[in-house]
């Protein structure tokens, strides 16, 4: 089981980025996703989270209106559209996966996941 995010860069303050988890070993069709992301000296925070079908997504307060979660069970990856970057998003980005089931209402607390990927670095310069 692995997971393989990608697409982190340097972008200036209001530039747009879009990040991919690639799953192997498995198929996603059963798990939940989430997006966490940490930055030096803080906690790893829930960043947003889609459910195994789709139907259900959820986002941290400081990036709803500007983040989309989605994914592409038929390419086993999950995507992080990330727009109208500000400075604070600065961070390294991560991904990971829980197998169902799982509380989904929950889905934004690292507790809840099992697999993790390596992660993507972000910078958002001002």
């Known amino acids: 089981v692995q997971l393989q995010a990608s697409g982190g860069g340097l972008v200036q303050a209001g530039g747009s980025l879009r990040l991919s988890c690639a799953a192997s070993g498995f198929t996603l069709d059963y798990y939940g996703i989430g997006w966490f992301r940490q930055a030096p000296g803080k906690e790893r925070e829930g960043v947003s989270c889609v459910s195994s079908r789709g139907s259900n997504t959820y986002y941290a307060d400081s990036v709803k209106g500007r983040f989309t979660i989605s994914r592409d069970n038929a390419k086993n990856t999950v995507y992080l559209q990330m727009n109208s970057l500000k400075p604070e998003d600065t961070s390294v980005y991560y991904c990971?996966?829980?197998?169902?089931?799982?509380?989904?209402?929950?889905?934004?607390?690292?507790?809840?996941?099992?697999?993790w990927g390596q992660g993507t670095q972000v910078t958002v310069s001002s």
């Open positions: 990971a996966a829980v197998r169902l089931p799982y509380p989904v209402s929950s889905c934004l607390r690292p507790s809840v996941y099992n697999y």
